[in-house]
């Protein structure tokens, strides 16, 4: 066990041995929970550098992402309880207030950290408050508009931050764009590394009192005939200082001592390595930036043989229409991978973008593509989708382009919790006029309704949403059983009595699984409503029950309501899906249990809802908590 406070006591020969602690601490805890290890075992010495020399109880630390923030856990005593890491009531896996106050400001959406960093600086400014404001930001997060954006206001505003750019060329796969190139010519330039001896050579200069940026400014001057200098910073009003090694203990240290008492911005800009100091995750850093539970000695992941996701499912059925369909085209916000795009983007290079965290921009794109004739395909996580709403309002749908969304991570998405669950991308999207919304139910029916969607050239803002999941199949069997649907059409899956179920994608089996004698219905098209197959439920059914894994408010249950109100067709009505609250991390199949939205959960309320008189909604929203 380390906290804090041994770190404070300790002199800077004692660190290193601090960061085998950590370092056996988090890949002991990652190999059985799951988690961020490759960007956490990265930071290890600059957290400890930090620490030493800023306090997080008293000076503010603004972890932007904050997927990197084991080591800030750690020492800010949670040391045991690290052990329930992303597990229900335990320790989550991204910085939270409501876990510990030095938690300084919740994230799990990148590129927010020098934007709130501004706020508190000027807010604590105001308050007549003293203290240090740090931001850790990876390169990643630095490429995203809100921290370029923010960038540019420290000037203006007189800011005082500090920040540490910890650029390990990563994001979660190979970091892209122009400011990426430049980094990584400056990492690996000669310069560099004479460099880091210069620095190391001032720092004992600067012992002796003299000005440590002073020194480095000078050192960089003479070196600047090498530097492919990242000028970037300067136009900003930035003081900069770097690139340095970002594991060495006591240059970090060092640097973070001088820097403490400037009254002006700076960045440090320290190199590290994703994954340092396991093998395995060092090697294969992209694996390991979100990795499953793995054996801890030999690094082998613990995985369902023969399970594909429905990313995966959704990126091999893309590509082969794409071979077909020249106008199809992948975009992604930094995550190839998880998307299930990494297979298109090696054979169709020319036809799949990259943009980087940049999810608006990212949808932007997409519309000019398909201003020219194009059919673009935006593949973004529901819960990052959220920053592009406007783009979908203003720029794909008020212009009536063609723009397909496939919604990934739809529903309760687990142990990354409450910033990463996509439950608002139904209401999200079901305000935007003219917008179509499919909810395939199994890899089968994504590969279908995708089809479909492409082939019958299903036009205007097309959201598919499918979730973080797998099931047992073989891509080309699927791809061979496949047939075109009309997408727009429900399902009525099983014929009952007295009540029908309308349950959308992923809820649809846990309906089946709770063995009601009822009509299910596959809502495979949430929106427009498949008014027809309505109809005909609500004349035969006294009862209507509405599942669906996202926010009750503004969700499709609703949209059923509105229709029967208009039609003066008063139904026994109960909404099932995510109440109006937060929902914490912990495993899916938990989550939906805590959700109500598990088979039994699902089978016991129908079951009281139709012993029960209901026949108001505040009835039945007070049925809803009960
Ligand atoms: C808005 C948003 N888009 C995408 C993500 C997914 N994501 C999480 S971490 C990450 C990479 C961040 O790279 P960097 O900031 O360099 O951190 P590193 O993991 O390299 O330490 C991405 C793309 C996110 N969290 N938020
Ligand atoms: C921090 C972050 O936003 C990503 O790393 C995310 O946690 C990845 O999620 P998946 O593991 O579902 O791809
Ligand atoms: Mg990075």
Known sequence: MLTIDQLKDAKVEDLERFADLIRKRIIEVVSQNGGHLASNLGVVELTLALYKVFDPRQDVIVWDTSHQCYAHKLLTYRWNEFSTLRK??????????????????????????V????GIEKGLNLLGQKKNVVVVLGDGALTNGE????????????????IVLNDNGMSISQNVGALSEAFAKLRTSQAYLTFKNLVKKALSISSLGKNLEEELKRLRESLKQFIQGVDFFEALGLK?????DGHDLRLLVGIFERIRDYDYPVVVHVVTQKGRGYKPAEENCVFFHSSPKFDPESGEPVLKEGWLSYSEVFGETLLRLAQTDEKLFAITAAMPDGTGLRKFSESLPDRFVDLGI????????AAGLASVGMRPVVAIYSTFLQRAYDQIVHDVALQDLNVIFAVDRAGLVGEDGPTHHGVFDIALFR?????????????????????????MNVNGTVAIRYPKQTEAGIFE?????SKLIDPFQWEIIKEGKDVAVLAVGTMVQNVLSANLNATVVHVRCVKP???????RIAETHESIVTVEEGVINGGFGESVLNFLNDRGLVKKVLLMGIEDDFVPHGSREELLKLQKLDPESIRDRVVLFLRKEVGTYGDQVGMRRS
């Open 147 to 162: 921290t370029l954006e923010s960038l540019n206001q420290l000037k203006s505003l007189n800011s005082k931050l500090k």
């Open 358 to 365: 940049t999810e608006q921009s990212c949808v932007t794109f």
């Open 477 to 481: 069997e699927l791809w061979n059983q």
């Open 115 to 118: 934007a709130a960093a501004l």
């Open 431 to 455: 305000t935007v006029p003219n917008s179509k919304i499919f909810a395939p139910r199994s890899l089968q029916d994504l590969v279908n309704v995708l089809r479909s969607v492409v082939e």
């Open 240 to 244: 900069h200082i770097g690139p340095v």
């Open 88 to 113: 229900f009531g335990g320790i989550s896996g991204f910085n939270t207030t409501k876990e510990s106050p030095l938690d300084r400001f919740g994230a799990g959406h990148a590129g927010t950290a």
């Open 529 to 535: 409503l498949d008014e027809k197959t309505l109809l």
